[in-house]
T-cell receptor, first 113, second 111 residues
């Protein structure tokens, strides 16, 4: 099993550009989530999904969209990148009970100029 | 407001020593508790869950004190490879949006 994979690993955008961060898992997990991690901050939840076709907002959803058309994939779209979105983005998956272990992808380091 | 507080450190500890750090949480309704480990520029990985009765995994011991609303992590006979950031995670329950991550405690084991 590859676990949770994320692409790209690094990305530099200009203000106003849009892009999609890809996330895929091969563990047949129902739950998938996107977090951002900033220096001196804990991981903050952007969006999450409890199953294919179901998504919901987390703590910091503004400026991001998600979709979950399959169990395996959970892409995160930045609509119009802003410098405040410079961060490290982690995708995570887990079984249906959130008390179960969260498996994280390796992260995407995004810089918005 | 959900809050999980950790001492950011760094804790500089000689190899072989015992080190302990705590994490406090503000919501008394919190249902489950975890310690994650994050190496520099890597993703977090589950170290251990924290049970009401306390639990031990090799050199690591985790304890929960519901009355005082904190969890602790004790590392015995510390190794150089224990150097990492340790994240406290609290789950309010109710699904994937119930997890709150602390900012982490940075541990440096010195030879």
């Amino acid at each position: 099993n590859a676990g949770v994979t994320q692409t790209p690993k690094f990305q530099v955008l200009k203000t106003g550009q849009s892009m999609t961060l890809q996330c895929a898992q091969d563990m047949n997990h129902e739950y998938m989530s996107w977090y951002r991690q900033d220096p001196g901050m804990g991981l903050r939840l952007i969006h999450y999904s409890v199953g294919a076709g179901i998504t919901d907002q987390g703590e910091v959803p503004n400026g991001y969209n998600v979709s979950r058309s399959t169990t395996e994939d959970f892409p995160l779209r930045l609509l119009s990148a802003a410098p405040s979105q410079t961060s490290v983005y982690f995708c995570a998956s887990s079984r249906a009970d959130a008390n179960n272990e969260q498996f994280f992808g390796p992260g995407t380091r995004l810089t918005v100029l | 407001r959900k809050e999980v507080e950790q001492d950011p450190g760094p804790f500089n500890v000689p190899e072989g020593a015992t080190v302990a750090f705590n994490c406090t949480y503000s919501n008394s309704a919190s249902q489950s508790f975890f310690w994650y480990r994050q190496d520099c520029r890597k993703e977090p990985k589950l170290l251990m869950s924290v049970y009401s009765s306390g639990n031990e995994d090799g050199r690591f011991t985790a304890q929960l004190n519901r009355a005082s609303q904190y969890i602790s992590l004790l590392i015995r006979d510390s190794k150089l490879s224990d150097s990492a950031t340790y994240l406290c995670v609290v789950n309010l329950g109710g699904g994937a949006d119930g997890l709150t991550f602390g900012k982490g405690t940075h541990l440096i084991i010195q030879p």
